[in-house]
């Protein structure tokens, strides 16, 4: 299916590659701005339309326009699944505050607290925008062990992730997650695939990871690149729903 990028394709200093820009149907746009572009889109989840946002990790020139994102949209959860810096090259501009509060725009960011949690970093920051005195707070999980091939050592990592992160939702509204990775496909294609497909298992009982990634790839073209990515997202949608005893039942009959 052909897809529009023409917006994306005219920002290219707020884009580190061509690769997987935006669909201009489904891209992020940032209010009031006079160039309301960020490399970023929305993507569906089970129960709800647009419950993603999929954003390249900020590069230092965008770090302003991230928050700006995050802050407009009231996003409480960030979901982080590379390093700052990968094979040598950044993957990441650091956007949080290192020590003290670090300003980026309009936007100050204070790291509230860090802490390690099964296998990933749980981070609370508090955003303020000075212009306005508007303050909100997001929870930022950083995934360590998700390799850029896509390979993950231990499966439950993610699903712990997803875990804090629908507790978080839960307790801060049904506001856009905001995912991002090396290249928006990969890594965070096969989060939000595995989060809908565990969405819809619950609700139908039925675990059907084709139909999930084809509706995913409308709005994200490109999402899950390889066979072994593929099989790696039903791997973990599994260890997700055995965990629990009902699935196992579930399963058994």
């Avoid at 390249?56 to 996003?75: G, L, N």
């Avoid at 979901?79 to 956007?95: I, N, P, S």
């Avoid at 303050?135 to 712990?160: E, F, K």
């Avoid at 096969?190 to 969405?199: D, K, N, Q």
């Amino acid at each position: 299916m052909e897809v529009s990028q023409k917006v994306g394709l005219n920002n290219p200093s707020k884009n580190r590659n061509d690769r997987y820009l935006p669909g201009d149907q489904w891209r992020v746009v940032l209010r009031g701005d006079k160039v309301d572009y960020i490399h970023a889109v929305f993507v569906n989840g089970y129960k709800q339309q647009r419950a993603f946002i999929i954003a390249q990790s900020p590069m230092e020139s965008t770090a302003r326009d991230f928050w700006k994102m995050v802050h407009d949209r009231k996003c409480g959860v960030i979901v982080m699944l590379c390093d700052l810096v990968e094979d040598g090259e950044e993957m990441c501009y650091q956007y949080w505050s290192k020590t003290g509060v670090a300003q980026f725009g309009e936007y100050t960011v204070d790291l509230l607290e860090e802490k390690a949690v099964k296998g990933f970093l749980l981070r609370k920051i508090a955003v303020y925008n000075i212009k306005t005195a508007d303050a909100h707070q997001v929870v930022q999980l950083h995934m360590v062990n998700w390799s850029p091939d896509g390979s993950c050592s231990n499966l439950t990592t993610i699903t712990s992730v997803i875990r804090e992160m629908t507790d978080i939702q839960m307790k801060t509204g049904n506001q856009p997650i905001v995912v991002h990775c090396s290249d928006t496909v990969g890594r965070s294609g096969m989060f939000c695939a595995i989060v809908t497909t565990i969405e819809r298992c619950k609700t139908e009982g039925v675990v059907d990871v084709f139909q999930v990634v084809k509706a995913l790839r409308v709005q994200k073209p490109g999402a899950v690149l390889t066979v072994a990515q593929y099989r790696l997202l039903f791997e973990a949608v599994l260890v997700y729903l055995e965990s629990f005893d009902t699935y196992s039942n579930f399963v058994r009959k």
